[in-house]
């Protein structure tokens, strides 16, 4: 330990009070969110327009709880990139798979998720990379990191591109018994003999002092990576990418491990970054923030996607209403169906079990159905009150209608958020 009792029981308070004020912090931002996603919704409606108004109002009273200053705590940066091939790359025909296993029959093929992409991607883009569960955009992001081969056509590289890439299991490439140190001595002799830095030596207090700038210090340097947390080893990751100075960022997932503060450092060090960016992400603060543009991996096919992430949730759920008909359809023909060999097939009869899919999502539909009715009761109610409030009752009155409004609220309040995770839940059951 470096510092003495009393300033280290100082840190401990310090770091208390920051997540504190940081939850405070990220449920009003989520208490915000949800304000505004149900006055979206409730406009579109005539009939909800009321309760779209005060909700409106309840935003505009909203005192704001200050975020952590992400750079108080730890901020950091992408170098300036050396340079900006443009285009960064091009796809020609190419589908993206995965080799058959070794030990298939020989002939066997290559199994494709998906097909036949043409596009370039440019200098200084910001792509989005969007779509449900299992259609792909893991395996394209990595095809593209060459981390897997495509299985047919050609990616054309611009001279001098320069990958960094962040897996989504990418925790799983880091080595348990290395130290943060160990992994930089690595990565730096890993670029030398792939000739990517010349000449220059690198003394390991750089690494040390580099390593600083992202929260390592002290004694962290030589902590065994696997004791570290999700978090920490996420931002190791981030660190090694940072140190390559890539122009082309591949971002998959990145931010499922990351606490707030961190989450917030790279989404600004992602707008200040200059080359291009190709984020793979379901934290839609970070899509809305970094990318101005968006793909669609789907059906086989990558598509631009011209809505905003509301039409995106919306494209999710009515996705998820049409791949589980289609599990329906499918589900009636095996069950006629003699040959049960097919991996489709089999995939269909997992979901006749009780425990599969299929019946789950239905009875979360339905689920969500009754929570809609109830809501629907629940805000005519509150409306009521309110328009009760509003024609100046007797004072007596005033206390009994505001308690029960309160609880109205509340319920409200409940009904909103289990419907919200209902329907991601709903969302998520598709595959
Ligand atoms: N090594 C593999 N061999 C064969 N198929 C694979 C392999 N790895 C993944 N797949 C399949 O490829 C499809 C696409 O997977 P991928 O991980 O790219 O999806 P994703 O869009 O990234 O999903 P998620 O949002 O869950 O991360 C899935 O059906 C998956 O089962
Ligand atoms: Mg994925």
Redesign the pocket.
Known sequence: MRYGGNYSKFEDMRAEQMELQQNAFAKQQDKIAHLQKFIARFKAKASKAKQAQSRVKALDRMERIAPLLADADFSFEFKEPANLPNPMLSMQGVS???PP?EDSPPGTPP?V??QKVNRSVLAGQRIGIL????????????TIARALKPVSGDITEGKGLNIGYFA?QELDVLRPADTPLEHMIRLVKDLTAAGKIAGQATREQDLRSFLGTFNFGGDMVKQAVGSMSGGEKARLVLCMIVWQRPNLLLL??PTNHLDLATREALSMALNEFEGTVML?S?DRALLRAVCDEFWM?SRGGVSPFDGDLDDYQRYLLDESKRLREEAKAADAIAGKSTNANTKNTQKVSQSQKPTGGAPKSKSSKRELELLEARMSTVNTEGAALEARLAASPAPSEIAEIGKRLKLINDEIKTLEDQWLELSTRVEAET?
């Not at 779509?131 to 990595?142: H, L, P, R, Y």
């Open positions: 993206f798979g995965y296993p199994t998720i998906v779509g449900a569960n299992g259609q792909g955009k893991s395996t394209v992001v990595k989504q998959d997932e793979v379901h991996v595959l």
